[in-house]
């Protein structure tokens, strides 16, 4: 009988030295093309360069922000959760059920939607740590089951009417920064302090427990998907079940232009939330400049693609 099994992913390590070297180097490239993209787009449309323009990059960067910060922790264990858009229309559907259907109050919903992303990360663990299913499958399969059960909440219609309070976390502002910021800033300040130990082979190596660990990254994951799909209801002041298409598609480009490497290993905060930051303002952007939205999801694939190859060629001049 054959006994083999397939083989574990391959992750990268880099020696301390030439990490900071690339950390360096990858921040410095997020950086220069941010500012670039800041002087096309202001040529294109000089709207691009208001303040009341960069109120608004600063809400809708706050979504992708926080989705990049779990898929980091993700792709560092060399894996990929691409059910996050789905788990962010599923949340959305879930809080807004709760608060004007039930009427249990701000603080229930939250608290009710983020159990919801812990037991969706605790299944897609689970079958990753104890079935052996592939990350790729699993989320995959994900994405369909969360994607229908947003679907089934109210047969496919909308949830409007939500609590005016529940709004202000999107409306409201601190120092002039919107509320929706402050979140995404506070979520990577605490995700840089857990971003240790996020490499499983080094884990392996000092004894860690790594299914344990990968069971918990697959649930803190989920729960930063549920907490971005609450901040994506408060900024659009209705639930839609079909909403939060493509967002994993931003996280994962947003991680990879910041330094994470898809084969694992490699990975901050601060780069992935500078990507989430330069795939805003291509977003924005190309809305601004008259860029049909067709255009848009063109340029986001080739933009993944692009930042996948650039990963894959890091890694073989390595």
């Not at 202000?168 to 857990?194: D, E, K, R």
């Not at 884990?203 to 989920?222: D, F, S």
Request: glycine share 12%; net charge positive; proline share 3%.
């Amino acid at each position: 009988m054959d006994q083999s099994v397939a083989p574990k992913p391959e992750i990268e390590t880099v020696p301390r030295g030439r990490a900071a070297l690339r950390f360096v180097r990858q921040l410095a490239f997020a950086l220069i093309s941010i500012v670039v993209l800041i002087i096309i787009f202001g040529i294109l449309n000089p709207r691009f360069l208001s303040a009341i323009n960069w109120f608004h990059i600063t809400q809708q960067v706050a979504v992708i922000a926080i989705l990049a910060i779990g898929q980091t922790f993700i792709i560092a264990t060399a894996g990929i959760d691409i059910s996050q858009g789905s788990v962010v229309a599923l949340s959305s559907m879930i809080c807004a059920i709760i608060l004007v259907d039930t009427h249990l109050g701000m603080i229930a919903a939250v608290a009710l939607t983020l159990l919801l992303g812990a037991v969706v990360g605790a299944i897609v663990g689970g079958s990753i740590v104890v079935l052996g299913v592939p990350p790729f499958i699993a989320t995959l399969g994900m994405l369909a089951i969360a994607m229908g059960a947003a679907l089934l909440t109210t047969n496919g219609t909308p949830v409007f009417g939500l609590p005016n309070g529940f709004q202000a976390i999107s409306q409201g502002t601190i120092l002039g920064v919107p509320n929706m910021g402050w979140i995404a800033i506070v979520i990577a300040l605490i995700a840089a302090t857990l971003a240790i130990g996020s490499n499983a082979e080094a884990a392996r190596r000092v004894g860690i427990n790594v299914p344990r660990h990968l069971l918990m990254i697959y649930m803190l994951g989920g729960i930063i998907s549920a907490l971005a799909g609450i901040v994506y209801l408060s900024y659009t002041a209705a639930a839609q079940p079909t909403s939060g298409g493509n967002y994993e598609l931003y996280a994962i480009a947003a991680v990879v232009i910041g330094g994470g490497s898809l084969f694992g290993g490699v990975g901050t905060i601060l780069g992935s939330v500078l990507g989430a930051l330069l795939m805003t303002i291509l977003k924005n952007g190309t809305q601004l400049a008259g860029i049909s939205s067709y255009v848009e999801q063109v340029i986001l694939g080739i933009v993944v693609v692009g930042a996948v190859y650039v990963d894959n060629l890091r890694r073989r001049l390595r």
